[in-house]
């Protein structure tokens, strides 16, 4: 692989030359116009000296000019009063003369100067262009990579030397293929982190299952051998298979959505949906679904449109409401809100007073199958939410958690 030099910093080279005349012409001008500058400031300083020698001061009410009636050499310095009595008249073509010498020269070294820094600026652009001459070569590099057979066969051996289990990386032996390398092995890498995942969530789903199963089984085996006889053991084997199967069926519930949701398979049926009918309509179902708790709602002032599904928008909401039921003491307040954050987004609130998280567990909360352990005494898998994190981020939408231990939790979802 070899890169054209001629072709490959064209670009470069037509940015260094206009970068190189842009501080020349720079120079060159503030050259000219500082000589320029000496050039007038010598003339009138001198005049300024002249009328102040004769006159003591400068007067302003008095009329100052040049005049240059017979030729250059006859310019004068004028000075009259308002009656026009002139009371100045000097000869100033010979400090004019100078001045212009004076100016001329230095013009003309500042030129020079200008002209011999030329290489050591030039020093300084290559210097400050390296790096982008290098992504030019490597840009003129890739663009001339040839992808030949040989390369072909070596990529083929190396992949087909990967197993699904083990940890090995391809390993290219050519250099040039270095950047394919990185990119498979970081692909690979992803594969093999879902693959382990995928692997988590079904060993993790068997053992919630494993539990009701085993207490189901527990109590047919009861009835079985002995307690058909005994009401007492008969009612409470009832009870307990119907609470286990109930847990069960909510359990395969929330796996099923998970598992639909990776698969791809629930689609998003969006339509236009008002946030303040949304939260008010969840708000009636808790006042009537938990009287335990005492429930406020705040809306917001203006109708927040968004495009949502909104069984599923609604489906999140209501996990958060749940958690906030369960987490929170009897008779403690949970609050709903809709409104319009900083950022302009519309969000739907749920805020309680209840047992709140530590910050380590916030950072898991949306994990499957993740339970702080002081959440542990009350009923539930860990599903929830990471259930409610799929459909917002669905929605392209966004959490926001505040969380204090026992004083409660504030999680807002951004849409
Ligand atoms: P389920 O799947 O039945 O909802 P869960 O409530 O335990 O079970 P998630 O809803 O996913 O599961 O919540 C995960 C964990 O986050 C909870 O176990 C709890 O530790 C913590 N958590 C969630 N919401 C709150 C809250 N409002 N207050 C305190 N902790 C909370
Ligand atoms: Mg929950």
New binding site residues.
């Given amino acids: 692989m070899s890169s054209n030099p001629n072709n490959e910093n064209k670009r470069i080279r037509s940015i260094r030359g206009k970068l190189q005349w842009m501080i020349t012409g720079t120079r060159l001008g503030g050259a000219f116009w500082s000589s320029f500058g000496l050039f007038l400031l010598i003339p009138i300083l001198w005049a300024v000296f002249c009328e102040i020698s004769a006159l003591g001061r400068v007067e302003w009410t008095y009329k100052h000019f040049f005049n240059i009636s017979q030729g250059f050499s006859d310019l004068t310095y004028n000075v009259t009063d308002p009656a026009g009595t002139v009371l100045l008249s000097q000869k100033i073509a010979d400090v004019v003369a100078v001045s212009l010498g004076v100016s001329a020269s230095i013009f003309v070294l500042k030129v020079i100067g200008a002209l011999l820094s030329i290489p050591e600026e030039q020093k300084k652009i290559n210097k400050t262009l390296a790096p982008i001459d290098a992504l030019a070569a490597r840009a003129d590099e890739i663009s001339n990579f040839e992808f030949n057979e040989d390369k072909y066969q070596l990529l083929e051996k190396a992949i087909s030397k990967i197993e699904p289990e083990d940890n090995k990386e391809i390993l290219l032996p050519d250099p040039e293929l270095q950047g394919i390398e990185t990119a498979m092995n970081s692909l690979i890498g992803r594969m093999k982190e879902n693959y382990r995942q995928q692997a988590r969530f079904v060993n993790d789903a068997s053992h919630e299952l494993r539990t009701p199963i085993a207490v189901i089984e527990g109590y047919a085996n009861m009835l079985a051998r002995w307690g058909r006889e005994d009401e007492k053991v008969l009612d409470e084997s009832i009870t307990a298979i119907q609470n286990e199967a109930h847990n069960m069926k909510?359990l395969v519930e929330?796996l099923l959505f998970l598992a639909r949701g990776d698969a791809g398979r629930t689609e998003l049926k969006l339509e236009n949906v008002e946030l303040n009918s949304l939260i008010m309509e969840i708000y009636e179902e808790s006042l009537m679904i938990d009287e335990l708790h005492p429930y406020k709602i705040r809306t917001y002032e203006r109708p927040l449109n968004v495009m949502a599904d909104p069984g599923l928008i609604k489906q999140a909401v209501r996990?958060?409401v749940?958690?906030?039921a369960?987490?929170?003491e009897n008779g403690d307040e949970i609050v709903l809100a809709s409104g319009m954050n900083e950022a302009g987004r519309p969000y739907l609130m749920v805020q309680?007073s209840?047992?709140?998280?530590k910050e380590s567990?916030v950072e898991h909360?949306?994990d499957r199958f993740?339970?702080?352990d002081?959440?542990r005494t009350?009923?539930?898998?860990?599903?929830?939410?990471?259930i409610a994190k799929w459909i917002v981020e669905k929605h392209k939408g966004s959490f926001s958690v505040v969380?204090r231990t026992d004083l409660g939790?504030r999680?807002c979802i951004n849409l």
């Avoid at 209840?354 to 998280?357: A, F, L, N």
């Avoid at 009350?378 to 990471?386: D, V």
């Fill in positions: 909510h929330q996990i958060l749940d958690n906030a369960k987490y929170t309680d209840g047992i709140g998280m567990d909360m949306f993740y339970r702080a002081e959440a009350k009923e539930g898998t860990g599903l929830g939410l990471s969380s939790t999680i």
